[in-house]
Every structure is written in structure tokens, then in C-alpha cells.
């Protein structure tokens, strides 16, 4: 569970990025997070991972209260989350599986399980026939294909996809949105999309959160994307 308790952000000059902020978000839910640039989306991601601390109010993932991590803690709680980034930040020197089986690895994971777990999840994105293919031979789709993998790998409860379609064109955004949509129902993991895409929110069918300068303006399960 995801809890946000009367959180507000404020910097410097007194400028709200968030606003009274309460939001509950079960085990297994997908929550979809729609607003303009600006309009705090990627501040709630940023409180989540702990990137970010809020100027007042509290943050929780399940038990743990994320607001009051020490800074050496916050590894052990990132290993909770899987991040998909809208630029996919993949390992450009590393073919599709050395890029996932490399979030393993840098957690000290037995090469056995790498070997077992890396061509399960390619197959669960659809990229099985290309783990030997580098970046730059992927097209942006399957690149964001082998992102979501490797934010899968470690099988995280919760899963971040902030703007996760930003960089892809209609065609490649419905793919990605559906391989969430297929993760969601098939692995139960959380997920929290981030997105300004109107025409993607309407289609899912998901609770939406909308956000208009750092406040919510509305939460709903109806699935529109209404500012």
C-alpha cells in the first residue's frame, strides 16, 4: 500500500509543487497520474522513491514511513520499486539481456538465478527473440520493452512508470500501456502511471488521479482523464 498523508512540497521561494495531498493506494491497484508539466506528477514519484521529502505530511510504502528513511536506508527501500524512465536508460555497450540481468547483478543475485530469471521476463515483455540485441538495434517500443523487464526483474511490489510513453509514437504507446495493463493483472504488482496522454488514460479503463498545480482535482475510478 501507498499512503500519502497531507503532504505538501514547497522550495525555495515559497512555490507549491504539492498541495494537501491524501492519497491511498491498495496492493494490486493501477493508478494512473494525469496533469500537465508541472502539475506534480513527478513529485509523488520522487516522494515514493524517496528522491524527494515532503515540506510537511507524512509518505508511507506498506509500513514503512518513506519520509523519515535515513539516507543509507534508502537503497533496501528502492529494491521495493521497479522505475520505468520516459529515455528507457539503457546500458547502450550491453545487449537486451546483459542490460536486465544487470539490475541483478549489482544486488549480488546468484548467476543461476540470473540465467533462469532473465529469459523468463524477456518473454513476459515479448522481447525473447532479442535478448542478444543492443539498443541501438531496438526501436524505441522494444527498447521500453527491455526498461520494463529490468524494472521487473527483482520483482518489486511496486512498479513507477513516470511518462513511460512520452518518447514513443501512438502505435508503440498502446503496446507499452497494454504490456502494463497484462503485468498488472498477471504478476499483482502495483503500478503508478504517470502520463499527460488524454487519449491513452481513456482507454484503460483505470483510476485516475488528475492534478492541476499541485492539487487534486479529482480522484476517480471512472478512467477519464478530466482537468
Request: proline share 3%.
Amino acid at each position: 500500500m501507498i499512503l500519502f498523508k497531507n503532504v505538501e512540497k514547497t522550495y525555495g521561494d515559497d512555490s507549491y509543487a504539492l498541495k494537501n495531498i491524501n492519497i491511498k493506494i491498495e496492493d494490486g491497484e493501477f493508478v494512473v497520474l494525469v496533469g500537465q508539466s508541472g502539475a506534480g506528477k513527478s513529485t509523488i514519484m520522487k516522494l515514493i522513491t524517496g528522491e524527494e521529502t515532503p515540506s510537511t505530511g507524512e509518505v508511507y510504502l506498506g509500513k514503512t514511513r518513506v519520509d523519515r528513511l535515513r539516507y543509507k536506508d534508502l537503497p533496501d527501500h528502492r529494491k521495493k520499486l521497479g522505475i520505468i524512465f520516459q529515455d528507457f536508460k539503457l546500458l547502450t555497450q550491453k545487449t537486451a539481456y546483459e542490460n536486465i540481468a544487470f539490475a541483478m547483478e549489482i544486488l549480488g543475485k546468484d548467476p543461476l538465478e540470473i540465467q533462469r530469471k532473465v529469459p523468463r521476463f524477456l518473454n513476459i515483455v515479448g522481447m525473447g527473440s532479442k535478448a542478444n540485441k543492443f539498443p541501438a538495434q531496438m526501436s524505441g517500443g522494444e527498447r521500453q520493452r527491455v526498461a520494463i523487464a529490468r524494472a521487473l526483474i527483482n520483482e518489486p511490489a511496486v512498479l513507477l512508470a513516470d511518462e513511460a510513453t512520452g518518447n514513443l509514437d501512438v502505435f508503440n504507446s498502446w503496446d507499452i500501456v497494454n504490456l502494463l495493463l497484462k503485468i498488472n493483472e498477471q504478476l499483482k504488482t502495483t503500478i503508478v502511471f504517470a502520463t499527460h496522454n488524454k487519449e491513452v488514460v481513456n482507454s484503460i479503463n483505470k483510476r485516475v488521479i488528475s492534478l492541476d498545480k499541485g492539487q487534486i482535482i479529482r480522484d476517480s475510478v471512472e478512467g477519464k482523464y478530466i482537468i
